[in-house]
Structure formats: C-alpha cells, structure tokens
C-alpha cells in the first residue's frame, strides 16, 4: 500500500479526481494518509472531510518567517510517512529541503505542455490567459517530477486540449481539468504506485 500525502491550495478538483479514481479501483494499492492545504476554508478541505479523509491547514499566516513556515510544511507532510507528496493546485515554491527529503517522490500537475507556459509567474488562470493571448491552437497539461526548479523536474505524462475559438480563460481552464489534468494525475499516482516510474538521465521511463 501507498500511502501518499496530497497538496491543495483551493478548489481541489484534481484532488476529487484522485479520491474518486481510488474509490473506483482505478488506482489500486493508494492510499491518500492526508491533505495538506496552505489555505483556510478552501472547497478542497471540503472534499477531503467529504472523503474522510484527514486535513491540515500549513498556512504562511501562522508564521512569523517563509524559513518557519517552511520548516513546518516539511514537519507535517512528514508525520505522514508519505511514500509519495502530490501537488495538486498547490500554489507553493517548494522549498529546497523538501525537494531533497522527497527526491524523486513529488508529483505536480501543470496546466501546459510543458516546456509551454510553465515557470515563475505561470499558474492556474494566468496560465490559460498566456495560451489564448498567444493563439496557440493546441494546450494540454503535463504531469511531472518536481525538482528545485519550476516546473523543470522530469515529465511524466502529457495529453493534449484543443483550443477552441471563443475560449475564456475559465472556459479552457476547464476543458483543461476536465480532459487532461483530471486523467494524467491520477494515471501518474497509478504508475508510480505499480513501480512502473524510472527516471534516467532526467527523462522518465514508463515500463509499462
Ligand atoms: C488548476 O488550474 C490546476 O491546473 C493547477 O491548479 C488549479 C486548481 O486546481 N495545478 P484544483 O482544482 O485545486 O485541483
């Protein structure tokens, strides 16, 4: 059994998916031991007591430095003895002593093909604003390693969106979730849980 510790920020729609692909046996031998939020009061604490699942608020308020709270976000994901950290909508540097204790055991999903549109300042809408502003015809999503970059650390899986003329930045956003990140995230944690992950050389192996 795996037991893996979830990051959430706010709506914990990919967190939903996780929960509901585990109900529905189509991650096998995963367990979510706990969701941690970096915010109060979002629909994704929701989700996790909906699920029964136990929920921890690290918030940057509580604490009188980044160095403090830090030190604290690694304390609590580690209490849970997680053989893999998922960052789901987790809209949190992570820090560089939290990239060493979970080296090759941090999954984050971004809203673009990776190496498109990711990096500082790249995020959640903004991210979908950037490709509508650009005319790309073609978005997506990448689930990846997380390293002590932005969104640099090895890829995982990609899928492909279509962008549709007339799209709002909400309205890709969406098509997004619904058709790439709500599939491949969940498709990742299934992979990595069978053993079926190999990163060499910075690019990862799926053997299948
Ligand atoms: C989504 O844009 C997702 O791509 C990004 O965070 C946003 C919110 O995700 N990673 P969620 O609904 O909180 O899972």
């Known amino acids: 059994m795996l037991d893996i510790v979830v990051c959430v920020s706010g709506g914990g729609t990919n967190l939903q998916a996780i929960i509901d692909r585990i109900k529905a046996g189509e991650i096998r031998d995963v367990r979510i031991a706990a969701v941690i939020s970096n ?6 604490l929701e989700r996790a007591a909906d699920a029964g699942i136990e929920a921890k608020v690290v918030s940057p308020k509580d604490f009188e430095n980044r ?7 690694l304390e609590t994901v580690k209490a849970f003895k997680p053989g893999l950290v998922v960052l ?3 809209l949190v540097n992570i820090p560089e002593a939290f990239v060493r ?24 809408l903004k991210v979908h604003k950037a490709v509508l502003e650009r005319g ?12 002590e970059g932005t969104d640099t ?3 995982i899986l990609q899928k492909a969106v279509n962008v549709m003329d007339g799209d709002t930045p909400e309205v890709l956003q969406r098509r997004v979730m ?8 969940p498709k990742a944690i299934s992979l990595f849980a069978q053993g079926k992950l190999e990163i060499k050389d910075g690019k990862v192996l799926i053997n299948e």
């Open 178 to 185: 619904e058709q790439a990140e709500w599939e491949i995230l």
């Open 67 to 73: 160095a403090l709270f830090n030190e604290a976000l």
């Open 88 to 90: 789901a909508g987790f």
């Open 153 to 155: 650390g090895p890829i």
């Open 101 to 124: 204790e979970y080296k090759g055991r941090i999954i984050n999903i971004h809203p673009s093909l990776i190496p498109s549109f990711c990096g500082v300042g790249y995020y959640g």
């Open 136 to 147: 790309v015809k073609v978005t997506g999503a990448t689930a990846h390693f997380v390293d």
């Open 39 to 44: 915010n109060y009061g979002v629909k994704a």
